[in-house]
């Protein structure tokens, strides 16, 4: 019965955390108030979770790592076929765009050594990948994989950002993604 309890507040913690994501998206300085508001819980409640906005934010970065992680280990890399791996990828996580921005972005996590460890495994196969892509001169090899990569969740945030307004279509979004990637705004 114990182990049902946890596995319930676990539920509930990701929850808030998630809810605490969308939140400090569009309000960065938002109160610890304002969060339990928006996660639909009192403050008091969202100190049983969390005791102090820093550890919230440590969860928030340890959360975001883990759904992005879960899903990526969903995508194999073939280094035959590695030109497919970035389309899947983009597929697989323009829905989480919430979390890849708070990873890419949130200041106040980059410096915990926990997440800064955790962020530069779940960048490692993208890291090969984009080396592997510029081996086979599909992106310019003098430039940074890091950068590639960096530009790349930019895209995939700011995309999921116009597929919520409702300025792109949720399925046209990984092909538009891939296709600004690879090709920019150039016309043909």
Sequence with gaps: MKKE???IK???LHSILDEATKLLIE???ASMNEIAESAK?????LHRYVESREQLMVHLGLRAIEVVSETMQQIQLDEEHCEKYIPELIEALIPLGDKIYFL???TTINYNPEIEGADLKLREPVLHAVGLLQQKGYFRSDLDKTWIVDVL???MFLTWQQVVSGHIARKAAPALVVDTFYHGFKQR
């Design 5 to 7: 309890m946890t596995t």
């Design 41 to 45: 819980i009192g403050i008091a409640t």
């Design 10 to 12: 676990q539920t509930r």
């Design 104 to 106: 890419a972005h949130d």
């Design 153 to 155: 969740y930019s895209i």
């Design 27 to 29: 309000k960065p300085n």
